[in-house]
């Protein structure tokens, strides 16, 4: 019985996402991601965006040691949009609820996409460890929300030092 109803609920997450997937391909996109607070060296914080056009624009402000801010820009092809739909698709990130989130005190989160016919914003306070996830009211949501930001920051940096590195790789 529990697996002829996870099979049906697969199918019927399949199915969700198949139609939002369809929705999504054909309509606008847009993806923005921000974390940052203020502290002893000001307001320090990594952003980055992207447009359906493929521009992907990426901010890390530090002023530990008097850094400056790094700006950095770069069209990517449509493959590359394709894929970040793709993984925010499968994450199952529109089906996460932040009503019961806590409000973040200092360092923040934010999360705002816009797929398809569907436009969804997060803030959260920034996620240090499992732990914090794990006494939230929310943890299924805050899991999905944290392994979400992790992929995307990872796929987004990995992007932006290829198209920026000085020494190419040597072969």
Known sequence: ??????????????QR??????RAYNDEFYLRYYVGH???????????????????????????????MIRKEVCVNPGVVEEIKRI?????????????WEEPPDAR?????????EHIAFT???ILSLVDIQKSPDPAGMKV??????????LIFTLI????KVKPIPT
């Open 1 to 14: 019985m529990a697996s002829t109803e996870g099979r049906q609920a697969s199918h019927e997450i399949d």
């Open 145 to 154: 929300f944290h392994y979400l930001v992790q992929d995307l920051r990872c």
């Open 38 to 68: 203020k502290g002893d060296y000001g307001h320090e914080f990594m952003e980055f965006e992207l447009t359906p056009s493929g521009k992907l624009r990426y901010a890390n402000n530090s002023n530990y040691r008097h850094d400056s």
């Open 88 to 100: 925010i698709l499968t994450s199952e990130i529109t089906t996460v609820d932040d009503r019961d």
């Open 17 to 22: 996402l198949e139609d939002l997937g369809r």
């Open 161 to 164: 030092n290829l198209h920026f």
């Open 124 to 126: 959260c306070g920034e």
């Open 109 to 117: 989160q934010e999360l705002e996409i816009k797929i398809g016919n």
